[in-house]
């Protein structure tokens, strides 16, 4: 099969999903933001400060293509990434596209306040939870896959694994 693609809110876990599963599964993982702060040399806050969200919005599609010639790898990506439909495309081609599906509390514990995530960090609760709804229908809509993730790992790493393996 080719790329497993996790989409989801920001502190929904794609980060910390795709090292678990890739592990498990002996897959290389790669993570989109990891990728774009590798390449740009600078942190996301500084990307988003130098050449403003659709500087980083461009990179991401950039990586995403660039993505697309490996095969059977675990790829989380930015939360944000799933909202252009150019990048669905090209994660449509090139594999299978899974939502993770956590609650906006749970998310919201994870992500308030962190300065790295410059979409959370300049928005209140209220703010966040309109960005949250606002998402959801996107990811679920795109996603050929939606898996509810709370605080446990296996459950997630379960579906995860038995869906890999449906489309090997
Ligand atoms: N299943 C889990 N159980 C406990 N803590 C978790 C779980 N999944 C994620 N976390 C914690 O929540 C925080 C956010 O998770 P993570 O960075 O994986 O989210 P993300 O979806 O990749 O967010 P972003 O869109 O901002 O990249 C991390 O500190 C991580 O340790
Ligand atoms: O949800 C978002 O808009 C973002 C999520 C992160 O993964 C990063 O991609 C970046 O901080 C933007
Ligand atoms: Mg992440």
């Known amino acids: 099969m080719k790329n497993l693609y996790l989409c989801g809110f920001m502190g929904a876990g794609k980060t910390t999903v795709a090292k678990a599963l890739s592990k498990r599964l002996e897959l290389p993982c790669y993570d989109t933001d990891d990728l774009i702060v590798l390449q740009a040399g600078m942190p996301i806050p500084a990307i988003f400060s130098k050449e403003g969200e659709e500087g980083f919005r461009r990179r991401e599609t950039a990586c995403l293509r660039q993505l697309g010639g490996q095969s059977g790898a675990v790829i989380a990506t930015g939360g944000g990434l799933v909202m252009n439909p150019k990048n669905v ?7 299978i596209l899974v939502f993770l599906d956590a609650p906006f509390e749970l998310c919201y514990l994870r992500i308030h306040g962190d300065k790295n995530r410059p979409n959370a960090a300049s928005r209140t609760k209220e703010e966040l939870y309109a960005l949250y709804r606002e998402r959801k229908t996107v990811y679920r809509k795109a ?11 296996a459950p997630v790493l379960n579906q995860l694994e038995q869906l890999y393996k449906e489309n090997e």
């Open 89 to 95: 495309e090209i994660m449509k081609n090139q594999g």
């Open 143 to 153: 996603s050929d896959a939606v898996i509810a993730c709370r605080n446990r790992l």
